[in-house]
Nanobody, 126 residues
Framework: QVQLVESGGGLVQAGGSLRLSCAAS????????VGWFRQAPGKEREFVAA????????DYSDSVKGRFTISRDNAASMIDLHMDRLEPEDTAVYYC???????????????????WGQGTQVTVSS
């Protein structure tokens, strides 16, 4: 497993932008796909975006496609989620997650990820 710590959450007005960061530790991090998930109050955790181990393959949920961008810097062991044109419906706790060692490609199922951060709150006011 790898250890993951998210940062960058906060309060923003609708239409604004935020950048979430996820710092990873663990020598096998660069060989793992990484994803962002979110969970709003009273709702199940849902997939947001994911990126392959080398960064060449990305996937986004329909609700964020065109507004969010996921990226990674393996040399720095960092994964970013840049969020533009935020909407109140984006309000949630956002989690960074890494797949197991053989999981090099992005997947949408939370069960495919075995390392999780503690989460960071994003609140979008209308």
């Amino acid at each position: 497993q790898v250890q993951l710590v998210e940062s960058g959450g906060g309060l923003v007005q609708a239409g604004g932008s935020l950048r979430l960061s996820c710092a990873a530790s663990g020598r096998t991090f660069s060989r793992r796909a990484v994803g962002w998930f979110r969970q709003a109050p009273g709702k199940e955790r849902e997939f947001v975006a994911a990126i392959s181990w080398g960064g060449g393959n990305t996937d986004y949920s329909d609700s964020v496609k065109g507004r969010f961008t996921i990226s990674r810097d393996n040399a720095a062991s960092m994964i970013d989620l840049h969020m533009d044109r935020l909407e109140p419906e984006d309000t949630a706790v956002y989690y960074c997650a890494a797949r197991g060692y053989s999981g090099t490609q992005p997947r949408r199922e939370a069960s495919q990820y075995d390392s999780w951060g503690q989460g960071t709150q994003v609140t979008v006011s209308s």
